[in-house]
């Protein structure tokens, strides 16, 4: 499959749906019947999950559920084999990443992705590829994350692992994004850092920009989310409240 999305109305009404947090059932990224595979090996078999607009996703499940691959789908990484991908009601299917980032869809990986041999301001100037200035990136960066504005001169690769978090997420936020992706926030931080993330996650959420994030630590997560989804070997088993799930929680887990 094979799309292409240039700079059509589609943009702004993306932009516009992420400006208007009162239209909290509309959807801003829905992924119907998603099969992908790797090789001849199918590994999401008929994923439906929707994000609407300005609310937290969380899609939670144990290691190799599916979650990283349901989110390579969503960011144009990976190509489902079927299935639709819309954003804003369109359907993208096959878009490639950067077409989709004009849309607003940002992803921060598992790992942090930074350039750990530039500085933080250096890898703050990465954004500015997306067509803002190097001025507001600094505003929104050293705004959220004032640990930034003090070590804007040091190696990304030699901040802790929680201020290279904190430096993907300023850049990803930079762009202003309708969307934004998550994969495994909490990964190798300390809780304390987590639950910083994590209390900004909710903020940006608040704003009207859209959050879909993976977790495999669930507890991490429930606390902030507004819609939660369990995948277990590749399939959704169940959507609902965080309090609706969470006591399916140890059987998806441990394989009940």
Same mark, same amino acid.
């Given at each position: 499959?094979?799309?292409?999305?240039?700079?059509? =109305?589609?943009? /702004?009404?993306?932009? *516009?749906?992420?400006?208007?947090?009162? *239209?909290?059932?509309?959807?801003?990224? #829905?992924?119907?019947?998603?099969?992908?595979?790797?090789?001849?090996?199918?590994?999401?078999?008929?994923?439906?999950?929707?994000?609407?607009?300005? %609310?937290?996703?969380?899609?939670?499940?144990?290691?190799?559920?599916? %979650?990283?691959?349901?989110?390579?789908?969503?960011?144009?990484?990976? @190509?489902?084999?079927?299935? =639709?991908?819309?954003?804003?009601?369109?359907?993208? +299917?096959?878009?490639?990443?950067?077409?989709?980032?004009?849309?607003?869809? +940002?992803?921060?990986?598992?790992? %942090?992705?930074?350039?750990?041999?530039?500085?933080?301001? &250096?890898?703050?100037?990465?954004?500015?590829?997306?067509?803002?200035?190097?001025?507001?990136?600094? &505003?929104?960066?050293?705004?959220?994350?004032?640990?930034? %504005?003090?070590?804007?001169? @040091?190696?990304?690769?030699?901040?802790?692992?929680? #201020?290279?978090?904190?430096?993907?997420?300023?850049?990803?936020?930079?762009?202003?994004?309708?969307?934004?992706?998550?994969? &495994?926030? /909490?990964?190798?931080?300390?809780?304390?850092?987590?639950?910083?993330?994590?209390?900004?996650?909710?903020?940006?959420?608040?704003?009207?920009?859209?959050?879909?994030?993976?977790?495999?630590?669930?507890? +991490?997560?429930?606390?902030?989310?507004?819609?939660?989804?369990?995948?277990?070997?590749?399939?959704?088993?169940?959507?609902?409240?965080?309090?609706?799930?969470?006591?399916?929680?140890?059987?998806?887990?441990?394989?009940?």
């Amino acid at each position: 499959m094979s799309a292409s999305v240039g700079p059509t =109305s589609t943009e /702004s009404d993306v932009h *516009h749906a992420a400006s208007e947090p009162e *239209h909290s059932d509309e959807a801003l990224l #829905e992924l119907r019947g998603i099969k992908a595979a790797y090789g001849s090996i199918e590994v999401l078999h008929g994923v439906d999950l929707t994000v609407p607009v300005g %609310k937290v996703v969380a899609l939670l499940g144990p290691n190799g559920a599916g %979650k990283t691959t349901t989110l390579h789908v969503a960011c144009g990484l990976m @190509q489902p084999t079927t299935g =639709s991908v819309l954003i804003a009601g369109r359907d993208v +299917t096959g878009a490639k990443p950067e077409d989709l980032a004009r849309l607003g869809v +940002t992803t921060i990986p598992e790992g %942090k992705g930074v350039f750990p041999n530039l500085t933080v301001r &250096e890898n703050l100037l990465m954004a500015t590829y997306a067509g803002v200035s190097m001025k507001h990136v600094e &505003e929104v960066a050293y705004q959220q994350f004032p640990r930034l %504005k003090e070590r804007r001169g @040091q190696l990304a690769g030699t901040l802790s692992g929680g #201020e290279q978090q904190m430096l993907a997420m300023a850049r990803g936020l930079a762009v202003n994004p309708a969307i934004l992706l998550l994969d &495994e926030l /909490s990964m190798g931080l300390a809780p304390l850092i987590v639950e910083e993330l994590y209390g900004l996650v909710v903020d940006i959420a608040r704003s009207g920009t859209s959050i879909l994030v993976v977790e495999q630590f669930a507890r +991490t997560v429930l606390g902030v989310a507004d819609i939660a989804a369990i995948m277990v070997n590749g399939s959704i088993r169940r959507v609902g409240s965080p309090d609706d799930v969470e006591h399916e929680l140890s059987a998806a887990y441990l394989g009940g």
